[in-house]
């Protein structure tokens, strides 16, 4: 393999060079990736043993995932995007799992989590055609909703968590704004890799200040095993159609939503909008690998745009850089002890750091609906799709003379719900004429980008 600069897609850069550029993107991604299976195997009340093969698996598939898109399977239908992204288990998922581990278990999810493969390979295959239901207004409104239903999650472990018997303690409370301090002072006033592991060193700080608190507990580190391979259906697959339903949902909408992020690589550090054989080989990889994850435990992965946000901000596109990055996430999937210590983390600690995390993916889905003018009849569709969304979810007895199934769709989780009225206003609400004039426009200017990129995708097979 032939030498190449890290601002070139392929070639093998240096080492002195790949290995902090590496490390950043693992710091960058590594506790949003592990923190949704500690909040799932929280949820489903699994023993410390169970979590630790919960957290290795989300490590060892994320790496996977992201060595598929990294580096595509075929030619002429190829199974990947070949861009620099990176794939992670992803927070969106989280209130639907959280409900459904709650009331069936992790296998129902994982079982939930094929079904939705399946979905995001559908969703490759025919994206042309169905990314017209999914304007920046109804994917903004979907993220937005995603982002407030996380906002109990963190409030809930800032107070330390539901099953602590301490739940709403001072000591608790203190060492969560400590950390929630820590990570917004080096997000406003830090820079370069203090700014991008802001929300590491705060859980760091905020561990080393639990510890006098007596929060912290290692016996389990102790009893791990140092090296282990994971373990497939250790936890089993189950079929249950209404979280099927709920997280088939949730594949179809972040299918659309790693488009934005595709985009957002290609247009920010490589100057060109994405191919369509690249939006249609990166969904379908998001598809394949969330469906044999499943078998691997691993929870549903999707593109983590924290670090879409670093591959634009540096420029280095170089696909080996980022698979390094991957093997990092790889070696320490294999490694209990390291999972083990991940578990010691007190839960007021992860409050703390998350609570920002999420405050972000609510802005994130703000930004996205501002991007749409906000007239009447636009800010009619978010607004009823989030308060039907988040109202019902609120409201644990308004759905309870209803079917048990119809509760674990649309009372659990306020995404489904607020993304099938987003998509249904959007449909039924007559738009005005300027809005159907620049639609008009935005898709011709689309269709023409289309059969260009088509172009010069068959010119490249030739």
């Known amino acids: 393999m032939k030498r190449g600069s890290i601002f070139e897609t ?169 950390t929630l301090a820590v990570v917004t002072v080096l997000n406003h006033f830090g820079k370069g890799i203090w700014k991008l592991s802001s929300i590491l060193i705060g859980m760091l700080a905020g561990y080393v200040v639990s510890i006098p608190f007596g929060m912290v507990d290692l016996s ?25 339903v709920a997280i088939g949902l949730l594949f179809a909408i972040n299918s659309i939503q790693a488009i934005g992020d595709y985009s957002a690589t290609t247009i920010g550090a490589m100057n060109r909008t994405p191919k369509d054989s690249e939006l249609q080989g990166g969904i379908v990889a998001y598809g394949i690998t969330n469906i044999l994850g499943a078998l691997f435990g691993g929870l549903p992965t999707a593109t983590y745009s924290q670090n879409v946000g670093i591959v634009t901000t540096t420029k280095v596109i170089n696909r080996w850089v980022l698979g390094l990055a991957a093997a990092f996430l790889g070696i320490a999937g294999f490694v209990p002890k390291f999972s083990a ?25 703000m930004k996205l609906v501002a991007s749409a003018e906000m007239d009447y009849r636009n800010s009619s569709i978010v607004g009823l799709a989030a308060a039907l969304g988040v109202g019902v979810s609120q409201a644990n007895a308004a759905l309870a003379t209803l079917p048990a199934w119809v509760t674990t769709i649309f009372g659990k989780s306020p995404v489904v719900l607020a993304t099938i009225i987003a998509v249904c206003l959007n449909l039924i609400l007559p738009k005005s004429r300027d809005e159907e004039k620049e639609e008009k426009i935005y898709d011709s200017q689309v269709q023409e980008k289309l059969e260009e990129d088509h172009k010069i995708f068959e010119n490249d097979q030739k």
């Open 10 to 178: 392929d070639g093998i850069p240096r080492i002195q060079e790949a290995l902090p550029l590496a490390l950043q993107h693992v710091v960058a991604m590594i506790v949003g990736c592990v923190t949704p299976a500690i909040i799932v195997a929280g949820a489903a009340g699994l023993e410390n043993k169970d979590q630790v093969i919960l957290i290795q698996a989300a490590l060892v598939v994320a790496a996977l995932s992201t060595l598929l898109q990294l580096f595509p399977i075929g030619k002429k239908y190829r199974i990947g995007s070949g861009l620099p992204i990176i794939m992670g288990v992803s927070f969106a998922y989280v209130p639907s799992m959280q409900a459904i581990a709650d009331g069936y278990g992790i296998d129902t999810i994982l079982g939930a989590q094929i079904v939705g493969g399946v979905v995001a390979v559908i969703m490759g295959i025919m994206v042309k055609k169905i990314r017209v239901f999914f304007p920046p207004l109804i994917t903004g409104t979907v993220v937005f909703t995603i982002g407030l239903s996380l906002y109990p999650t963190a409030i809930n472990y800032m107070a330390g968590g539901t099953s602590n018997p301490d739940y709403g303690s001072w000591q608790n409370w203190l060492v969560a704004f400590f």
């Open 220 to 244: 389990s580190v102790g009893k791990a095993s140092v090296f282990q391979v994971p373990q497939p259906l250790h936890f089993g697959v189950h079929f249950e159609i209404s979280a099927c």
């Open 341 to 365: 210590l991940l578990t010691t983390i007190p839960q007021c600690v992860l409050g703390g750091a998350t609570v920002s995390v999420f405050a972000s993916i609510a802005m994130t889905g």
